[in-house]
C-alpha cells in the first residue's frame, strides 16, 4: 500500500492520545507523557501525522460555518438511514438491502441474525449491547426477561456489551455448540468452529462453562482460548488484529500468504485459493474487506504473484512468471 | 476525450457497450430516481467511471449487472449527497447572522463534508455523534456527556474508537 503500513497497537495508542488530547482539560503531566510517546519512535510520529490528516479535515470547514456543518452531518445521518431504507424497500432488496443491513439498524428482540459470504453486519440489541456479525454468520438472539441470550450457530460474532436497561441486570450469555459464555462487562469475540468454539476477550472477562463436564474458566482481556464441549485448551495471547473485521478491514502482521487468503476467502462468494509454492510469503497490511479488487491489486504489486480469475467464481493467486 | 494506450480497442469496446445499454441504464436509473434528468446525468457519470476504471471490457460477463452496480453506488452516494446539502443549508438558514454563501463556497464545504461523512459512514451513531460534537461544534467531553446519557469516560473511549476507525480506514486505502 502507498505508505507504508503501522501496527495495529501504535495506531490504538495514536488514537488514544488524540482522545486524550481532545478533552479539553489536558495535565501538564499527560502532555509530557505524550511528547515522551511521539517521540519514543519513527512508527508514532508517522502515525501521529495521520491523526493530525484526519482531524485536519475538520479545520477546512471556516469556523464560522461549523456549527451549520455538524448539524447537517448528524441529521444526514439519521434521514439517510430512512432513505436508504426506504429505497431498499422499494427496489425488492438485493444490493440496497445490503447496505442498510450494514449499518446499525435496532433489531427487534428475538431477532434472527443472518450474514451472507461477504458481509459483516453490525447491530445494536436492544440494552444497547454491540453485536457484530462476522462473514457467512448466523446467531439468535433470545432476551427474556431474567437472561440475554446471544446463540452463535455459525460463524463468529464480536460484542461489546453495555450494562442492562432492566433492573436487577440480567446477565449477558453466547451459546455456541460446545458450552456457555458468560460476559463479565466486556469487548470479545466467539467463533463457532467445526467442533470447538475459539473465544478472543479483547475487554473485561468471560466465564466460560463448556456443555459436558463442571469446569469452568474466566478468560481475562488479551486471552484466547479453544475449547470442546468436553474441556478447555491452552489460553494464548489474543490477537488485537482478530477484531479489524468489525472496521471493515482485513489486518496482516507480517502474516503467510495462504492464512491471509483463507481468511479473505471466507470474504468471497466461490472458490479463491493460494498456490502451495508461494504459501510462505510474508504480508503486512490493512485491507478493505469490501473492495476485493483492491486487495488483489495491492498483492499483485507487493508480492511476486498475480492473480487469475478463471472464471467469475473461480480465482486463484499463482506465482508470477515474469518473462 | 483522452483514452489510454490501447485507445481504438477501448473505445470500440466502450462505444459497444454505450450503444447496447445506455438506453436501458437510463431507464432503470429513472425507475429509480424518479427524475429523468438525474438519471441522465448518472447514466453519463456511469460510463465515464467505467472508462475511468480502465477494466477489460469485452471481459465482462454481465454487463447489466455490472453498469448497475457501478450506477447503484453512484446514485447512492448522489442521494447522500442531497440528504447532507439540504441538511447544511437547512442548518444554516437558522443560524441570526444568516447570509447565503457563494457557490463555490457551498461546493468546498460539501466537498468536505462528504469526506468526513464517508469516513464516519459506519461508526455506532453515539460515536459518530460524539466525534462531530467535538471537532465540529468544539464541545467539551463533559457536554457531549450529558448530552448523550454516558460518563465522560465512555465519550474519551467513543473518541479513541472513531479517530482508530479513521486511522485503519485510511490505512486501508
Not at chain 1, 36 to 41: M, P, R, V
Not at chain 1, 136 to 145: E, G, K, L, V
Not at chain 1, 266 to 271: K, S
Not at chain 2, 90 to 118: F, N, V
Request: charge should be neutral.
Amino acid at each position: 500500500m502507498k505508505a507504508p503500513a503501522l501496527d495495529y497497537a501504535v495506531l490504538q495508542q495514536a488514537a488514544d492520545w488524540f482522545a486524550t488530547l481532545s478533552g479539553g482539560a489536558v495535565s501538564e503531566p499527560q502532555r509530557q507523557a505524550w511528547r515522551l510517546w511521539l517521540a519514543a519512535s519513527p512508527e508514532h510520529a508517522a502515525a501521529w501525522q495521520r491523526v493530525e490528516a484526519i482531524s485536519g479535515q475538520f479545520e477546512r470547514v471556516p469556523g464560522d460555518r461549523r456549527r451549520a456543518a455538524g448539524q447537517a452531518l448528524s441529521a444526514a445521518g439519521s434521514s439517510r438511514r430512512r432513505a436508504i431504507g426506504m429505497l431498499a424497500l422499494l427496489c425488492g432488496g438485493g444490493l440496497l438491502a445490503l447496505a442498510t443491513a450494514r449499518r446499525g439498524t435496532l433489531q427487534a428482540w428475538a431477532a434472527n441474525q443472518r450474514t451472507a459470504t461477504g458481509e459483516v453486519r453490525e447491530t445494536r440489541l436492544a440494552d444497547g449491547t454491540q453485536l457484530w456479525l462476522n462473514t457467512n454468520s448466523a446467531a439468535d438472539i433470545d432476551y427474556s426477561a431474567s437472561l440475554r441470550r446471544v446463540q452463535v450457530l455459525r460463524g463468529e460474532v464480536l460484542l461489546e456489551s453495555a450494562h442492562d436497561t432492566l433492573v436487577p441486570a440480567r446477565p449477558l450469555v453466547v451459546d455456541s455448540q460446545q458450552g456457555r459464555m458468560r460476559a463479565l462487562g466486556t469487548r470479545f469475540s466467539v467463533r463457532q468452529g467445526e467442533g470447538y468454539t475459539q473465544l478472543s476477550v479483547f475487554d473485561g472477562a468471560v466465564q466460560i462453562s463448556p456443555v459436558q463436564g463442571a469446569a469452568q474458566q474466566v478468560i481475562s482481556a488479551g486471552q484466547q482460548v479453544r475449547f470442546t464441549a468436553a474441556g478447555i485448551g491452552a489460553v494464548q495471547a489474543a490477537e488485537p488484529g482478530r477484531q479489524a473485521w468489525s472496521h471493515g478491514v482485513l489486518l496482516a502482521d507480517n502474516r503467510r500468504l495462504d492464512d491471509f487468503i483463507a481468511e479473505l476467502a471466507e470474504y468471497t462468494p466461490g472458490y479463491l485459493g493460494c498456490d502451495p509454492q508461494i504459501a510462505d510469503l510474508r504480508l503486512v497490511g490493512a485491507y478493505p474487506l469490501a473492495d476485493r479488487e483492491k486487495i488483489f491489486a495491492a498483492l499483485q504489486s507487493s508480492l511476486p504473484v498475480r492473480i487469475r480469475h478463471r472464471t467469475p467464481w473461480w480465482t486463484v493467486v499463482e506465482p508470477r512468471t515474469d518473462a | 476525450m483522452d483514452f489510454p494506450v490501447h485507445a481504438s480497442t477501448a473505445e470500440h469496446s466502450l462505444q459497444q457497450l454505450y450503444s447496447e445499454h445506455h438506453g436501458w441504464l437510463n431507464a432503470w436509473l429513472r425507475k429509480r430516481l424518479g427524475c429523468a434528468h438525474n438519471a441522465a446525468d448518472l447514466a453519463q457519470d456511469t460510463f465515464m467511471r467505467v472508462l475511468s476504471k480502465d477494466s477489460d471490457l469485452p471481459a465482462i460477463r454481465e454487463p447489466r449487472a455490472y453498469l448497475s452496480t457501478i450506477a447503484h453506488s453512484l446514485m447512492v452516494n448522489f442521494w447522500r449527497r442531497q440528504a447532507i446539502e439540504r441538511a447544511y443549508l437547512d442548518a444554516l438558514s437558522l443560524q441570526p447572522e444568516h447570509y447565503a454563501p457563494s457557490p463555490e463556497e457551498r461546493e468546498l464545504i460539501m466537498e468536505t463534508l462528504l469526506a468526513i461523512d464517508a469516513m464516519l459512514l459506519r461508526l455506532p451513531p453515539k460515536v459518530r455523534q460524539a466525534f462531530l460534537w467535538s471537532q465540529l461544534d468544539g464541545l467539551t467531553y463533559a457536554v457531549i456527556a450529558e448530552r448523550l446519557l454516558v460518563s465522560e469516560r465512555m465519550v474519551k473511549k467513543y473518541m479513541a474508537q472513531a479517530m482508530l476507525h479513521c486511522l485503519l480506514l485510511e490505512q486501508a486505502g
